[in-house]
């Protein structure tokens, strides 16, 4: 029975994502709209720094500051 749910579920989300990818259209991002001012596109380093170092980094310091801030260790003395 459980795998039979398993199965029906992962095949909602499958059917789900292929909607949405169906009926998204970017054919249309190439048309320019009234008022559309793009800026300079980033460079490899630029696109790496922001789309993956940013998040490791602040990952990083959230998981230190866990580490750090964390109460329920018990104390040695």
Do not use: C, Y
Not at 13 to 36: E, F, K, N, V
């Amino acid at each position: 029975m459980d795998k039979k749910n398993t199965l029906r579920a992962g095949a909602l989300a499958a059917g789900t994502t292929l909607m949405m990818l169906l009926m998204t259209s970017p054919a249309l991002a190439l048309t320019r709209d009234d008022g559309d001012d793009p800026g300079p596109g980033l460079s490899v380093a630029e696109t790496l720094g922001l789309f993956v170092v940013t998040p490791l980094v602040i990952f990083g310091v959230i998981a230190g500051l866990v580490m750090v801030l964390d109460k329920s260790r018990k104390q040695h003395a």
